[in-house]
Antibody, heavy 117, light 107 residues
Framework: EVQLVESGGGLVQPGGSLRLSCEASGFTFSSYEMNWVRQAPGKGLEWVSYISYSGSLIYYADSVKGRFTISRDNAKNSVHLHMNSLRAEDTAVYYC??????????WGQGTLVTVSS | DIQMTQSPSSLSASVGDRVTITCRASQSISSYLNWYQQKPGKPPKVLIYATSSLQSGVPSRFSGSGSGTDFTLTISSLQPEDFATYYCQQSYSTLRTFGQGTKLEIK
């Protein structure tokens, strides 16, 4: 069974940093592209970042470029999102999502990040 | 970035109704259009991929059509479990973008 489990969310002050993790199981992790998608409270979905199978290709939404860094560890079946210079507008549930053939076919349950003083 | 615009933003309908949700892209995305369903407190779930292909396990009352810039999701006969929020997403660009969502509510 495919499982994606996010962790690392919490309360952080504006300007602070946080590192999210997503642990994958039930599939050959190194064969899949991975994404982070976020959802602010009561709002819609916003794609955040993409990483290719080996990590050689990485893309970011303009809203997080220069502040967030995506990475993956295929030996540990995990993908990470390092978030710096956090702002109130980064407050959201962050989901990791597996991508196959341009479709986000499996999602984790999400981890809540709250940026507030 | 490619902007995705859904209409309507919300919709009230009854069990058994036929419902259509529209998604428009700011530029041509060929057939690279996916639809997701999200229920409160849950992650999204893919319904339709590549405009019209039904994801495994999704009921056949869901269908998709379109190409280029204009796409539709149709639910042929609404069931109680279909009341949720629906999102389109383009996968033509490496910068994936979602529509703003359509909330389908019970009339």
């Amino acid at each position: 069974e495919v499982q994606l489990v996010e962790s690392g969310g919490g309360l952080v002050q504006p300007g602070g940093s946080l590192r999210l993790s997503c642990e994958a199981s039930g599939f050959t992790f190194s064969s899949y592209e991975m994404n982070w998608v976020r959802q602010a409270p009561g709002k819609g979905l916003e794609w955040v970042s993409y990483i290719s199978y080996s990590g050689s290709l990485i893309y970011y939404a303009d809203s997080v470029k220069g502040r967030f860094t995506i990475s993956r560890d295929n030996a540990k079946n995990s993908v990470h999102l390092h978030m710096n210079s956090l702002r109130a507008e980064d407050t959201a549930v962050y989901y990791c999502a597996r991508e196959e053939l341009e479709v986000f076919d499996y999602w984790g349950q999400g981890t809540l990040v709250t940026v507030s003083s | 970035d490619i902007q995705m615009t859904q209409s309507p933003s919300s919709l009230s309908a009854s069990v058994g109704d036929r419902v259509t949700i529209t998604c428009r892209a700011s530029q041509s995305i060929s057939s690279y259009l996916n639809w997701y369903q999200q229920k409160p407190g849950k992650p999204p779930k893919v319904l339709i991929y590549a405009t019209s292909s039904l994801q495994s396990g999704v009921p056949s009352r869901f269908s998709g059509s379109g190409s280029g810039t204009d796409f539709t999701l149709t639910i042929s006969s609404l069931q109680p479990e279909d009341f949720a929020t629906y999102y389109c997403q383009q996968s033509y660009s490496t910068l994936r973008t979602f529509g703003q969502g359509t909330k389908l509510e019970i009339k």
